[in-house]
């Protein structure tokens, strides 16, 4: 069945538009941390339908709001008033840190990169940005323009003029032999050399866990010892939180708080994850930053009444059960499990993770080479044994990325280790 569908999906969709599996998945339904396919398997989901169901499947709280919402009204335009959306930024703009902070709600990550970039540049009257080696920010023009990541950077073209910082990547490059510290200070004098004497430029865009890059984080301070270098050079900070927003990694509500010490962001990007599904993203940055623009621009779908229904809902849920101290609780314990079921196992570089972001790095047994051949393969196996999990990484995506649900339960994070721990045995 699913066979016929992926032969009309080859026709008919662009060859570049990824798919996981040789046999790819047609999901039909959720609930809680579970997904059944068209042939009626159920799997235990550890990648939260790619990070966008952060708190559960068919959460009765958001499904009702959504149908009630779109039972009233779905009209969608910013030209008129609209309740959903008021409340939503009223709560985003409270919780994000940022001080008198201004909301703009967008249908994507990309788009609230692409959004943030606009209000920067024009900001600052610069096109050139900073960005870190190995990163994700979208597919849009800009965004792609900002992706270090080569494997997701499908043109060299680019609007923008970008220069790429390293730290993103704390394990790999010319400055991971290095302790903590040293590490910090080798980024700040790359960064100072980057910058130069010469005009700055408007922005350093980063993720604080890079998300597709293989869930890969610096040490935490390193982005607040930047931050005070781009502040001498009038220089602004974009936290692209969009998978490490809301309680994802554990400690902190956003990522960015791992490396606070000298203020905020001036912006934080988000989506994925706050509309459980439904399409919300957004950018939230100061009034200052975000009233910069001298023509009007508007947004048809972004801030739509229903996905804005979801996203209140949503948020209220994961603040009232405390998710992320769930994420932290339950993430530590799973990354433990993974640590011991993988302890000695050949070609297993690496168990990294904060709260329920969790990197398995795979390479090549006796060496320090990526793996694709063995991801994909574990991937396969974990599919067979009922777990989805994700990969990403470099242009060689070999390590296996853990993200579930952030309402995941201690019995099924045993269940989910021990299916991986067959999945990495069966193919190491
Ligand atoms: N930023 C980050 C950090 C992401 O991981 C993604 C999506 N993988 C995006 C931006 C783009 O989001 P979207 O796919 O919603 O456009």
């Given at each position: 069945m699913t066979g016929e569908l992926h032969r009309r999906h080859r026709a008919v969709l662009p060859d570049w538009l990824a798919l996981y599996y040789r046999d790819p998945l047609e999901l039909t339904h959720g609930e809680g941390r579970h997904v059944w396919d068209a042939d009626g398997n159920r799997y235990l989901d550890f990648f939260g339908g790619i990070l966008t169901t952060m708190t559960a499947h068919a959460l009765p709280e958001v499904t009702k709001a959504v149908a009630e919402q779109a039972g009233r009204i779905i009209?969608?335009?910013?030209?008129y008033l609209n309740r959903p959306m008021v409340e939503l930024a009223e709560r985003i703009a409270q919780i994000s840190?940022?001080?008198?902070a201004r909301v703009f709600f967008t249908t994507s990550g990309t788009e609230a990169n692409d959004t943030a970039l606009l209000l920067a540049t024009a900001y600052r009257r610069s096109n050139q940005i900073l960005a870190m080696r190995n990163s994700y920010h979208g597919r849009s023009f800009s965004a792609v323009g900002v992706t270090g990541n080569r494997g997701w950077s499908p043109t060299a073209l680019s609007p923008l003029q970008t220069l790429y910082v390293h730290g993103?990547?704390?394990?790999?490059?010319?400055?991971?032999?290095?302790?903590d510290a040293a590490f910090v200070q080798a980024c700040v004098a790359d960064l100072e050399d980057l910058l130069g004497h010469v005009r700055p430029p408007a922005a350093l865009i980063a993720e604080p866990v890079q998300g597709v890059g293989g869930f890969t984080s610096p040490p935490d301070g390193l982005y607040a010892a930047f931050r005070e270098v781009l502040q001498r050079r009038g220089v602004l900070w974009i936290a692209d939180e969009v998978q490490t927003g809301w309680g994802r990694t554990g400690d902190h509500f956003w990522g960015w708080q791992a490396h606070a010490q000298n203020g905020p962001p001036d912006m934080v990007t988000f989506a994925k994850g706050i509309g459980n599904g439904m399409s919300v993203g957004g950018v939230v940055a100061r009034a200052e930053i975000m009233n910069c623009l001298d023509a009007n621009s508007i947004s048809t779908f972004g801030g739509s009444p229903v996905t804005m229904a979801a996203g209140l809902a949503n948020l209220t849920y994961l603040l009232e059960h405390d998710l992320q101290g769930n994420a932290r609780r339950v993430g530590g314990l799973l990354a433990e499990l993974l640590r011991a079921a993988t302890a000695g196992l050949p070609g297993v570089r690496e168990v990294r993770g904060r709260g329920l972001m969790i990197g398995v790095e795979l390479v090549r047994p006796g060496t320090d080479e990526a793996d694709p051949e063995a991801a994909a393969e574990v991937l396969e196996a974990a599919r067979a044994g009922g777990l989805l999990i994700g990969k990403g990484g470099g242009h060689d995506t070999s390590v296996l990325r853990i993200a579930p649900p952030l309402s995941l339960t201690v019995a099924e994070a045993e269940e989910g280790a021990a299916i991986l721990e067959r999945a990495l045995r069966s193919v190491r």
């Amino acid at each position: 069945m699913t066979g016929e569908l992926h032969r009309r999906h080859r026709a008919v969709l662009p060859d570049w538009l990824a798919l996981y599996y040789r046999d790819p998945l047609e999901l039909t339904h959720g609930e809680g941390r579970h997904v059944w396919d068209a042939d009626g398997n159920r799997y235990l989901d550890f990648f939260g339908g790619i990070l966008t169901t952060m708190t559960a499947h068919a959460l009765p709280e958001v499904t009702k709001a959504v149908a009630e919402q779109a039972g009233r009204i779905i009209h969608s335009s910013t030209l008129y008033l609209n309740r959903p959306m008021v409340e939503l930024a009223e709560r985003i703009a409270q919780i994000s840190g940022i001080p008198d902070a201004r909301v703009f709600f967008t249908t994507s990550g990309t788009e609230a990169n692409d959004t943030a970039l606009l209000l920067a540049t024009a900001y600052r009257r610069s096109n050139q940005i900073l960005a870190m080696r190995n990163s994700y920010h979208g597919r849009s023009f800009s965004a792609v323009g900002v992706t270090g990541n080569r494997g997701w950077s499908p043109t060299a073209l680019s609007p923008l003029q970008t220069l790429y910082v390293h730290g993103g990547v704390r394990t790999r490059g010319p400055y991971a032999h290095l302790d903590d510290a040293a590490f910090v200070q080798a980024c700040v004098a790359d960064l100072e050399d980057l910058l130069g004497h010469v005009r700055p430029p408007a922005a350093l865009i980063a993720e604080p866990v890079q998300g597709v890059g293989g869930f890969t984080s610096p040490p935490d301070g390193l982005y607040a010892a930047f931050r005070e270098v781009l502040q001498r050079r009038g220089v602004l900070w974009i936290a692209d939180e969009v998978q490490t927003g809301w309680g994802r990694t554990g400690d902190h509500f956003w990522g960015w708080q791992a490396h606070a010490q000298n203020g905020p962001p001036d912006m934080v990007t988000f989506a994925k994850g706050i509309g459980n599904g439904m399409s919300v993203g957004g950018v939230v940055a100061r009034a200052e930053i975000m009233n910069c623009l001298d023509a009007n621009s508007i947004s048809t779908f972004g801030g739509s009444p229903v996905t804005m229904a979801a996203g209140l809902a949503n948020l209220t849920y994961l603040l009232e059960h405390d998710l992320q101290g769930n994420a932290r609780r339950v993430g530590g314990l799973l990354a433990e499990l993974l640590r011991a079921a993988t302890a000695g196992l050949p070609g297993v570089r690496e168990v990294r993770g904060r709260g329920l972001m969790i990197g398995v790095e795979l390479v090549r047994p006796g060496t320090d080479e990526a793996d694709p051949e063995a991801a994909a393969e574990v991937l396969e196996a974990a599919r067979a044994g009922g777990l989805l999990i994700g990969k990403g990484g470099g242009h060689d995506t070999s390590v296996l990325r853990i993200a579930p649900p952030l309402s995941l339960t201690v019995a099924e994070a045993e269940e989910g280790a021990a299916i991986l721990e067959r999945a990495l045995r069966s193919v190491r």
